[in-house]
């Protein structure tokens, strides 16, 4: 099972760049790499997905070294709003393991 | 677009009485799957369905029974509630066909909070 490892918290500022890692160094060769995004009183939501390399939307980077025995999610410019849980999630054929999540602070 | 949606909302109930929580989709997703989360962690997965009348457990499965009779409704049971139940439980189906949002993307519910006295 490739659970994945986390910072348990992060605190940060508005403007700022924030980087937070996932460590999963049971990952297999099919398996993705998602990142969701939780607010208090609500389901998890989305964020972005890869494979390998480097991977952008309009709201993040991710980063995924050639062993994809970890990756970097990259959130710019930070906002209160950005206050949340982020998961890290490998997924792969009837693989679906959350982990405890990073508890993201922005403070302004 | 109703999406997923879960109910009741909120849940109090008592000790060795039995509780189903439901979870209804209209995506036509294939995979369901129910979570819990306690207050201050993260998720673990209960049970989850790959398709009608195929569930398969995750992490946490027991004390809980789940039945997928039609793709859109995915009920949870719990057989004889404990107090180590309590908890919000979340809903999530997702479509490992569909490439929008990314492979496998979850989509959850709102929760329903359930408490066990």
Redesign the interface.
């Known amino acids: 099972l490739a659970k994945t490892t986390q910072p348990i918290s992060m605190d940060s500022y508005e403007g700022q760049e924030v980087n937070i890692t996932c460590s999963h160094n049971n990952i297999a060769t099919n398996d993705?790499i998602?990142w969701?995004q939780q607010f208090p009183?609500?389901?998890?939501?989305?964020i972005?997905?890869g494979y390998k390399t480097k991977v952008t939307n309009e709201v993040a980077s991710l980063f995924i070294p050639a062993d994809r025995k970890s990756s970097t999610l990259s959130l710019p410019r930070v906002s209160l709003s950005d206050t949340a849980?982020y998961?890290c999630l490998v997924?792969g054929f009837?693989k679906?393991?959350?982990?405890?999540?990073t508890k993201l602070n922005v403070k302004p | 677009d109703a999406g997923i949606t879960q109910s009741p909302r909120y849940k109090i109930t008592e000790t060795g009485r039995q509780v189903t929580l439901m979870c209804h989709q209209t995506w036509s997703h294939s995979y369901m799957f129910w979570y819990r989360q306690d207050l201050g962690h993260g998720l673990r997965l209960i049970y989850y369905s790959a398709a009608a009348d195929i569930t398969d457990k995750g992490e946490v499965p027991d004390g809980y029974v789940v039945s997928r009779s039609k793709t859109e409704n995915f009920p949870l049971t719990l057989e004889s509630a404990t107090r180590s139940q309590t908890s919000v439980y979340f809903c999530a189906s997702s479509d490992p066909l569909r490439r929008s949002g990314g492979k496998d993307t979850q989509y959850f519910g709102p929760g329903t909070r359930l408490t066990v006295l």
């Open positions: 993705y998602t969701y009183s609500q389901g998890p939501r989305f972005i997905q849980v998961y997924v009837n679906f393991y959350f982990g405890s999540g």
